[in-house]
């Protein structure tokens, strides 16, 4: 079912004529869950900046010399035959342990952007029998797969899972893969090369070989409809999938269901909700044990059921106010030498902080889709999700190939994490500048975000203007996206990047429109941990950064229709974009905890607006 779709104020821009929904495959949604075997671990690794195994140096195919999938052993070709020549040998290059970027391989990579080649050989699992998959996490951001010296397939974006069938080239004993990964932005790109944020390059996260049936349940879709119902999408992919037996299971609920795949493998039913059930909130984040069967699969995953919508001004968590007690974060570990390797231990460390140091229930995943391990912590500890695409600052609006990766990495996104419980809100942007090419190419996202999920509420992190005659600051969100959305959401940096004093931040005006939520999704100033300055409190002390936070938290206070926030930012994140070479070195220092975790004054600030909210629930 698809949702009404938003009526456009007059005069907004529509949608661009939709080309039919991307949809990825293979999709093996909750691949995560399924039996495999783990690639990660020691890979060579050589860089390629030329990207001569991709092109030769007149842009012809590439030479045997110059290739780094070649399924050979390099140094015995040499020397059995004194014509043989070899410039690059993989398997006698330098080890790096996967995931994790390559720059924090060796020093010298600390600021490579290109092209790098990956290796290893794996052995295949003996007596093989049904499909196989190799299935990858993330790769930033272009990325290129051959198994045994044959290209299986390409993918383009950084931070969503791709997989190729391979069960054809698979061998007895070992097997050679060879990945390249090419991380260099372009205009053209999403994002684009212009962040504020380290563009960590390489295998960021686990590579698995995925066997399953030859019939198996490629998507899964286990929810809670708006009007409270058990709906279920299964989608099978193989040669029996038509016209096929499933059956879905909740043990704890009694649930047992069962029904017939159509000609295109799909099975769609909705049932009465287990009176038993026991809804996802963060104060119990109830999961269940969900399983579908499907002729020799067994598919299965952990889901949360819950309901969100809005009325009016409210955001309704299972059909009471909510009010989003949030922050956001990057996916960058923590530590003096982040590599963007999200192992459930430092995730934990992370959400752990909103959780129990903030007293949080909202935490904004910025700007990218995050781990599926982060996407699953929150769902176990109870937070709240705002998931995004790096639809960010200015990428190329009137390309049409920009406009079908940003829809492919959404769908990507939506489609493998669509079970889970603790996402509210897809953003489909972030700070982008207002012109009729980007209102087009925003709508066909929010289009799209609905066609694929209609029980969870579309955003963007928008702009105001400020009125440049005013004395004090008259904030206006005029973004003729908004209609468009169901929760509008404002960036303000008021007495960070603008000369307005923090006391005049309270009387601020904002002029927004009354009738729909609207969050904070960013304000936030730089602090270096450690460096206090009572007396002037100037930019960059952590006095500064608690009177910001005292101050814009007295301005929300006056907005009747903030329904949450998620300051800017969690912890100090790498930007190649922040060289103060006395406060930042590299880092964006907007955290409210250091790089090592260090809590900086403005923490406590916010910890105890969100403690004191908490026992107001619902209230603003
Ligand atoms: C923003 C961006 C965020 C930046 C932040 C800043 O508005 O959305 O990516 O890091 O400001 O620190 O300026």
């Known amino acids: 079912q698809q949702a009404s779709p938003p009526t456009p104020a007059s005069g907004a821009v529509q949608a661009l004529p939709n080309a039919p929904l991307p949809t990825p495959t293979p999709l093996l949604v909750a691949a995560d869950l399924r039996d495999g075997t783990d690639l990660s671990g020691p890979w060579h690794y050589s860089i390629d900046p030329f990207r001569s195994g991709i092109a030769g140096f007149h842009g012809e195919a590439p030479d045997s010399g110059q290739q780094r999938w070649r399924d050979v052993d390099v140094r015995q070709a040499m020397a059995s035959d004194s014509r043989t020549l070899y410039e690059f040998d993989l398997a006698r290059s330098p080890l790096a342990s996967l995931p994790s970027s390559w720059l924090t391989h060796a020093a010298e990579l600390r600021h490579y952007d290109g092209l790098m080649w990956y290796q290893r050989n794996f052995v295949a699992p003996a007596k093989r029998q049904g499909r196989y ?135 769609r039913a909705t049932m009465a909700a287990p009176a038993a059930l026991v809804r996802w909130s963060p104060e119990r984040p109830q999961l269940y044990d969900v399983s579908v069967e499907a002729g020799a699969d067994r598919w299965r995953d952990r889901i949360g059921f819950r309901t969100i919508e809005v009325r009016g001004a409210d955001i309704l968590l299972n059909g009471r106010p909510v009010y989003l007690r949030g922050i956001s974060m990057h996916e960058e570990e923590l530590g003096a030498e982040p590599t963007r390797a999200m192992t459930p231990a430092a995730s934990r460390a992370l959400l752990s902080e909103i959780k129990d140091g903030l007293h949080g229930n909202f935490v904004r995943l910025a700007h990218y889709p995050h781990s599926e391990v982060t996407l699953r912590l929150a769902d176990e500890l109870g937070l709240i999700v705002w998931s995004e695409v790096p639809v960010y600052w200015r990428v190329a609006w009137g390309n049409p190939d920009t406009l079908k990766r940003a829809r492919t990495m959404l769908a990507e996104n939506i489609l ?16 982008t500048p207002v012109n009729d090419q980007r209102n087009a190419f925003l709508r066909t996202l929010v289009a799209d975000a609905r066609q694929m999920d209609d029980t969870r509420l579309v955003s963007a992190a928008l702009l105001v203007e400020r009125d440049r005659a005013a004395n004090h600051p008259v904030m206006t969100l005029a973004d003729p996206l908004a209609p468009a959305l169901d929760v509008l959401a404002i960036n303000t940096y008021n007495g960070w990047y603008t000369p307005d004093r923090l006391r005049d931040l309270p009387a601020s005006e904002w002029r927004v429109p009354a009738d729909k939520p609207l969050i904070f999704s960013e304000f936030g100033a730089d602090a270096r941990a450690g460096f206090h300055d009572p007396a002037n409190k100037q930019k960059f002390s952590e006095d500064y950064q608690a009177d910001y936070y005292r101050a814009t938290l007295a301005m929300a206070a006056r907005l009747p229709s903030l329904r949450g926030m998620s300051p800017w930012i969690l912890k100090d994140f790498r930007s190649p974009r922040r060289q103060n070479p006395d406060f930042q070195q590299g880092w964006n220092r907007k955290g409210l905890i250091s790089e090592t975790g260090e809590r900086k004054e403005a923490f406590g600030v916010l910890a105890d607006f969100y403690g004191t909210k908490r026992l107001d629930e619902g209230g603003v």
């Open 133 to 267: 998959f190799l299935r990858f996490g993330a790769a930033n951001y272009a990325t290129r797969v051959y198994l045994n010296g044959q290209e299986v397939g390409r993918h383009e974006g950084g931070f969503t899972p791709f997989a190729f069938d391979v069960t054809r080239l698979l061998r007895d004993g070992s097997n050679q893969l060879t990945v390249g990964v090419d991380s260099q932005a372009t205009e053209a790109t999403v994002p684009p090369p212009v962040t504020d944020w380290e563009n960590y390059g390489g295998i960021t996260r686990a590579v698995r070989l995925i066997a399953t049936p030859d019939t198996y349940v490629d998507d899964a879709w286990v929810r809670l409809t708006r009007d409270g119902r058990l709906a279920a999408d299964v989608h099978l992919d193989g040669p029996q999938a038509a016209n096929r037996a499933v059956r879905l299971r909740i043990a704890a609920l009694g649930l047992d269901q069962t029904g017939r795949t159509d000609a295109a493998g799909n099975w």
């Open 416 to 431: 493998r994490d669509r079970n889970r419980a603790a996402i509210a809100i897809w953003s489909v942007a972030n700070e």
